[in-house]
């Protein structure tokens, strides 16, 4: 099994249902289209695989090859892109951030963290669903670590230093949401 990427964000969901959350994201169909046509065997509908009674209630599988974990103030979507291939292919990599500028549109968000899902995005995944903030989950990695300055340098990482990388999107600022160009 290989590392996959992820996506941290902002969200303001008071209403946290599969329906809800569709409806929500229905403004992304033309980049969860051209993902789909990336990841053909992906999920092609919302699906609710919530589990109550595990205390992380809400999970949605979503089209294109994401998987949905909210937490009282944060977003975790993971992709099942690889982590590596997110660093070093640029068009995929553009593909994907694309996408989560559109999501932090929709959440009235101004930055993304990325990072693996195993190792910090494990922890990264505990924390959302302790009910801190966005500026709390940067202040806690901070601690750990500072990110990465580049998607080059994220890809190059190893531990003890942490990878994840902090996108505050400069180079999509005054384009169209997800129409930036990096």
Not at 78 to 95: A, G, N
Not at 173 to 182: F, K, M, T, Y
Request: net charge negative; with cysteine.
């Amino acid at each position: 099994m290989g590392v996959d990427i992820t996506m941290t964000v902002p969200h303001n969901v008071a209403d946290v249902s599969v329906e809800i959350v569709a409806a929500k994201f229905r403004p992304l169909g033309d980049l969860f289209d051209e993902l789909q046509g990336r990841y053909p065997d992906s999920y092609r509908t919302w699906r609710d695989v919530s589990d109550p009674e595990y205390g992380r209630p809400y999970l949605f599988y979503a089209p294109a090859g994401f998987t949905l974990s909210f937490g009282p103030r944060l977003l975790r979507i993971h992709h099942v892109t690889r982590f590596r291939s997110f660093c070093v292919e640029d068009d995929l990599r553009q593909l994907l951030r694309r996408f989560t500028y559109g999501v932090l549109g929709l959440m009235n968000g101004d930055r993304a963290i990325y990072s693996p899902d195993q190792g910090i995005g494990d922890q990264i995944y505990d924390l959302i669903f302790d009910g801190i903030s966005f500026d709390d989950l940067e202040s806690h990695l901070l601690k750990l670590g500072v990110p990465a300055t580049s998607f080059a340098e994220l890809e190059e990482r190893w531990a003890p230093q942490p990878r994840y990388y902090v996108d505050r999107f400069e180079d999509f600022i005054g384009s169209a949401r997800g129409e930036g160009d990096r």
